[in-house]
């Protein structure tokens, strides 16, 4: 049974920068593409970023393009996301979560950053946005 465990939230300045992980156990982590989550209160869960079996097959929700980098170790099975340029609109509980890879492969941006397609997940990790 894959598990997930972020790590990493915190407090952020405006304009700063925040460095999330999500390290997997418990299954081939390489059969696994991740994606990074967010849901701020009374808002709906939304896509961030997903990331393949290797560092070139990512896509990213437009909220945070060109701010957000994710990244994966397949070395130390854990999925990383980069945020910089913080701003408020980005406080939020962020989890990772878990799709099998050839899924992943086949599908398109939109699929891949949909939460309700991906079946396993972590408990989330807080950041709050102040300054």
């Known amino acids: 049974q894959l598990q997930l465990v972020e790590s990493g939230g915190g407090s952020v300045q405006p304009g700063g920068s925040l460095k999330l992980s999500c390290a997997a156990s418990?299954?081939?982590?390489?059969?696994?593409?991740i994606g990074w989550f967010r849901q701020a209160p009374g808002k709906q869960r939304e896509g961030v970023a997903c990331?393949?079996?290797?560092?070139?097959?990512?896509n990213y929700g437009d909220p945070v393009r060109g701010r957000f980098t994710i990244s994966r170790d397949n070395a130390t099975n854990t999925v990383y996301l980069q945020m910089s340029r913080v701003n408020p609109d980005d406080a939020a509980i962020y989890t990772c979560?878990?799709?099998?890879?050839?899924?992943?492969?086949?599908?398109?941006?939109?699929?891949?950053?949909?939460?309700?397609?991906?079946?396993?997940w972590g408990q989330g990790t807080r950041v709050t946005v102040s300054s």
């Open positions: 990331i393949g079996d290797r560092n070139t097959r990512t």
């Open positions: 418990g299954a081939n982590f390489g059969n696994y593409a």
């Open positions: 979560a878990a799709m099998d890879w050839t899924t992943f492969f086949v599908s398109q941006r939109d699929f891949r950053l949909n939460p309700a397609n991906y079946p396993h």
